[in-house]
């Protein structure tokens, strides 16, 4: 069984970073296969960053955003949802489980939301990645 996960995680600079950082000033605990990358709106991330992100080794991919009706860019992560129906068709078609891939949305002041879909991503990639014939 892989123990080394490595999961993607875009957060958006308003929202989800905030969480994050606040997850860490408050010492929550979260596995570290965490890797996250800040980007100014979960809406700036095309389906190809995901699918880059696998082709290039990650387990999995976790989009974070603002609530829906609270980005700061007013219709991002209306985007970012559209473009998740597509892109979990695209990820059958690339042999990836849609398991690998996951929309959170939080607000800043929710780190343990954020810690929480974190577990959740973990555990499931760790059932994927669970040889049943070991
Ligand atoms: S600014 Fe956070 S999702 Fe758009």
């Given amino acids: 069984m892989k123990q080394d996960l490595k999961i ?8 989800s970073y905030a969480a994050a950082d606040l997850a860490g000033i408050s010492r929550l605990q979260y596995p570290c296969a965490i890797r996250i990358i800040r ?3 979960s809406g700036m991330v095309h389906p190809e960053m995901v699918l880059h ?5 990650a387990d999995g991919v976790m989009v974070t955003g603002c609530k829906l009706g609270e980005c700061h860019y007013q219709e991002g992560n209306h985007a970012m949802l559209s473009r998740s129906e ?3 068709e695209i990820l059958a078609d690339f042999g990836y489980e849609k398991e690998r891939f996951q929309l959170v949305w939080l607000s800043a002041a929710e780190p343990e939301r954020l810690v ?10 760790l059932a994927l990645e669970t040889d049943p014939g070991d």
């Avoid at 993607?8 to 929202?15: G, P």
């Avoid at 992100?53 to 080794?57: R, S």
């Avoid at 929480?116 to 990639?125: D, G, K, P, W």
């Fill in 8 to 15: 993607i995680t875009f957060c958006c600079n308003w929202c």
């Fill in 53 to 57: 992100a696998l082709n290039q080794g």
């Fill in 86 to 88: 597509v892109l979990e």
């Fill in 39 to 41: 980007v100014m709106c």
């Fill in 116 to 125: 929480e879909a974190i577990y959740e991503m973990h555990n499931r990639l």
